[in-house]
């Protein structure tokens, strides 16, 4: 690992408010000499809705809470068993631009499933990941001050039934899909690992640090 790439914290599983504050609080307090972080945890349930997103695309009640965020996107569900990368990196610094940053954070998904045995691809019209037009993969971001924070979530083994219950990113009827229906079983520990790894990789190609 290089002397500048994001340290990573492995959080488990934690509340989802309590996350999305402290990485608020992270990126408020950063200095230009911060160092980035990637923050690998799971969530209980619960659907989030991007800071634009239509309330009509949860389109069942039920007892999983919804919240409100200000990540960009529509709604979406976290659970147990699927990975949660949250990228507080400084995209200013490292002379990133958002489209760029985005087609890296789906580029190491791609990278890591491909070493997985897996092929997957993008839209360009629904970011994200998708094998087989089936979504694998969703993804949000919040620029602040230059600086990035959400990030990506990858299934795993969760539970598949909530998405279900909504137009998932805002796109009625998209089939959802998780590794494990793939054939991949290895430990969700393992495939976070090997995100960060291949997230870290690509953001070393990509940067062009700035002073």
Known sequence: MGALD???????????????????RFTDARAKTTADEIWLVEHPPVFTL?????????????????LRI????????????????????????????????????????????DDLGV?????EDAPGVYVGGAKIASLGLRIRGGSSYHGVALNVDLDLGPFKLINPCGFPDMPVTRLKDLGVTLPRQTIAAGLATAFTEMLGKNSSFRR
Do not use: C
């Open 6 to 24: 994001p340290l990573v914290r492995n959080l488990g599983l934690s509340d989802y408010q309590t996350t999305w504050r402290a990485m608020r």
């Open 70 to 113: 200000d990540r960009g996107g529509q709604i979406t569900y976290h659970g147990p068993g699927q990975v949660v990368m949250y990228t507080l990196i400084d995209l200013r610094r490292r002379g990133l631009g958002v489209r760029q940053f985005v087609g890296l954070l789906e580029a190491s998904v791609i990278a890591l499933l």
């Open 50 to 66: 991007g800071q634009a997103g239509k309330p009509e695309h949860l389109i069942a009640e039920s007892d999983i809470p919804v």
């Open 119 to 123: 092929t997957a691809a993008r839209r």
